[in-house]
């Protein structure tokens, strides 16, 4: 069974550039989860997704981040106009159920200078 | 205070060692999942508890809902097991998980 796999490994921006990340879960996988981790810290949820549909987005930034799956199997997470703040790695994770346990990607490090 | 309190921050192991790292939780958490994150930032599934007591090889972690706390316990540390070690907490009316702030775990030869 192929895991959770994440697109691209490493961006660096300048400040006020645009930048979308791509997740595929594993087959089977109803639900999504990205996650934001900075630095020495734990990931922190940003949104996730009961197939297509958004369950939990109250903790994405929503003036200029953004997140889309279309047909309840890939994902697309979009900033828009980065800052430094949002350097950090960006995880997707999927599971097979809400209460199920989540298998997470190999992360997108992201670095806006 | 935290919702997902972890300890220590940090902790360093001679290779044979045991030792345990710890999760207190401010309310009660529905279950709990234990990752490991390697050199590479990948985050790797130890275990998920919905209750009490779960032991793969050299770990074994519990999950007391009720006393709101997690324990992760390693046996016989070798080097691979260096890393930093999450606990993540599924809250009982969000159904998403909190994470820990991570031990940081380097093992000694």
């Known amino acids: 069974e192929a895991g959770v796999t994440q697109s691209p490994r490493y961006a660096v921006l300048q400040e006020g550039q645009a930048v979308s990340f791509w997740c595929d879960p594993i087959s089977g996988h109803d639900t999504l989860y990205w996650y934001q981790q900075p630095r020495d810290q734990g990931p922190q949820l940003l949104v996730y997704f009961r197939d297509e549909a958004v369950i939990d987005n109250s903790q994405l930034p929503s003036d200029r981040f953004s997140a889309v799956r279309p047909k309840g199997t890939n994902s697309t997470l979009k900033i828009q106009s980065a800052k430094q703040g949002d350097t950090a790695t960006y995880l997707c994770a999927s599971s097979r159920g809400l209460q199920d346990t989540q298998y997470f990607g190999p992360g997108t490090r992201l670095l806006v200078l | ?109």
């Open chain 2, 1 to 109: 205070g935290m919702p997902v309190e972890q300890n220590p921050p940090a902790l360093s192991l001679y290779e044979g060692a045991d030792s345990g790292l710890r999760c207190n939780f401010s309310t009660t958490m529905k279950s709990v999942q234990w990752f490991q994150q390697n050199h590479r930032g990948r985050l790797i599934t130890l275990f998920y508890l919905a209750q009490g007591t779960k032991e793969n090889g050299r770990l074994k972690s519990t999950f007391n809902s009720k006393e709101r706390y997690s324990t992760l316990h390693i046996k016989d540390a070798q080097l691979e097991d260096s890393g930093t070690y999450f606990c993540a907490a599924e809250t009982s009316s969000g159904q998403k998980l909190v994470f820990g702030q991570g031990t940081i775990l380097k093992v000694y030869l």
